[in-house]
């Protein structure tokens, strides 16, 4: 055998210096996108409290407000979960609409779960409820493409509005939990509104006991939500 090539057909057989470079740069890609993943599997799920005054904390502070009360009872139930506040004070359905977009891109991460509360002020105003509907479909056909658990907060209209607008207007929020299959949380405000003790001096914002009333009738579907989200498999809810 002629040691001097096989030699020679082994060096040549060798990769040259570029591939080589270029195996490890692959390498390392595969392993930052690993350490990456990692790293996203490790973050705790994010929740996106998506709302008006309501969801805010109008004129509460920051630790009394709807997210910060709702993130607090889900860490003391075991789920540590993060609770992001994206509620702006006197936001109708029309401008939540419009300022989702740099909403979504300014989170740290997509959210796992998200919970619209809009459509208040839409009511107060005197609003139709079709264009309200359009908004909130939009909104949630947006969370839903972006992988987020939806919960929809459903709000009650004012007396004063008459019973054609509220039959309107409160038909809005189950008819659309049906079209996209998400969960609906009926009455925002449910044990809260109409209750002086609950409320602020304005009668119709809940002050931090109120919110705390809120948080512990929303909480058990904010957790089914998160396990579902945690579970992809896991069939949506009907």
Do not use: C
Request: net charge positive; no cysteine.
């Amino acid at each position: 055998m002629d040691i001097g090539a096989e030699g020679s057909s082994r060096r040549t057989a060798l990769p040259p210096y570029g591939s080589r470079r270029g195996f490890l740069k692959a390498g390392l890609g595969l392993l930052l996108s690993a350490g990456a993943a990692r790293a996203a599997s490790l973050r705790p799920p994010l929740v996106l409290a998506y709302g008006d005054s309501l969801t805010a904390g109008y004129q509460l502070p920051p630790a009394a407000s709807f997210p910060a009360q709702l993130e607090a009872a889900l860490r003391r139930s075991g789920v540590g979960a993060t609770v992001h506040n994206a509620g702006v004070s006197g936001d109708t359905s029309a401008q939540g609409r419009a300022r989702l977009a740099w909403v979504l891109k300014a989170l740290p991460a997509p959210p796992s779960v998200a919970i619209v509360a809009l459509g208040a002020n839409d009511m107060l105003r005197g609003q139709p409820p079709a264009p309200m509907k359009a908004n909130l479909d939009a909104i949630i056909t947006t969370l839903k493409a972006r992988g987020a658990r939806v919960i929809l907060a459903g709000m009650r209209a004012a007396p004063n509005l008459g019973r054609a607008y509220a039959r309107e207007y409160e038909a809005v929020f189950p008819e659309l939990a049906r079209q996209h299959g998400i969960r609906l949380y009926p009455f925002f405000l449910e044990g809260v509104a109409a209750n002086p003790r609950l409320l602020l001096t304005d009668g119709m914002h809940p002050n931090a006991q109120g919110v705390a009333v809120m948080v512990k009738g929303i909480l058990p579907l904010v957790r089914s939500a998160l396990a579902e989200a945690a579970s992809p498999r896991a069939a949506r809810p009907a």
